[in-house]
């Protein structure tokens, strides 16, 4: 199931050029980075300083770093595309957030552009408007957003974005805190009604995995992003399940796994994901699938 892996993954920030290099990439591109507007992004932060319900347990952030600190940090990785996922937790948020989005990938050119939608009168003219600017993938959080993705009133914005062949990164496991929402039930009967959505599920579908995983194979542009996954900081995501570990070796050299990371909002080393990846042992072919092959062919080369 494993094969001998000939580059190892770095256990320091300064190392992961190296990193890159030696799987023969240009660079990574990571499907979940999150840039918000400064007061929205501070309100995050202040929620993971005293963990509330969606989070349960300590968080402290790595990288709580002005904007532009940030942005230097992912250029001097080597990530050579990243998102600014980000997303309302109440009624008409999404599309001003959809602005601030489109603005910031307009003078940021490595951020894919990147929008949001949520539960209300008016989501797929939106979710058109964003996708005529330009906006190439988009947010969905069940768990902050507290709503149910089946919601009459996004069943049409589904539609839309399936038959743009938009990317949408949906947070629907249960980690760390379940709701009525999450889980691979809702989202799932979405993808019955709308089985062309190229989906992206975070955090691999933790804890629910094997749901998840069921659901890439029945469905054949549905993605999962790493993020988060095997590092150190469980944070309330669940163990990945051994007898998974066959499915996710193929899956990510089909270009249906993506490198995740949750950048700035980790308590560890950017560094750490990659290593955690590269101790799978899977091998060179599938790190570099996961590092730049499936994300530019979901999302476009960079540059694009």
Partial sequence: MTESRSVSGPREDGDVPAFWRALGLPGLIDVHVHFMPPRLMSAVWEYFDEPGPLIGHEWPIRYRLPEDERIALLRGFGVRAFTSLLYPHRPGMAEALNTWAADFAARVPECV?????????????????????????????????????????????????????????????????ANGFTGPGPFGDVLARHPRLAAVIAHLGAPEFAGFFDLADRYERVHLDTTMAFTRFAGGLGSFPAGLLPRLRDLGLAGRVLLGTDFPNIPYPYAHQLEALAD?????????AVCWDGPAGLLGPPGA
């Avoid at 989501?123 to 993938?137: H, I, K, Q, W």
């Fill in 113 to 177: 552009p990147t929008g949001t939608l949520y539960p209300e009168p008016g989501a797929a003219a939106y979710v058109r408007r964003a996708l005529d600017a330009g906006t190439r993938v988009f947010k969905v959080h069940l768990q902050v957003g507290g709503f149910d993705p089946r919601a009459a009133e996004l069943d049409e914005a589904w539609g839309v974005l399936a038959e743009a062949g938009a990317a949408v990164i949906v947070h629907a496991g249960s980690g760390p805190v």
């Fill in 280 to 288: 799978l042992g899977f091998g060179d072919d599938w790190l570099r």
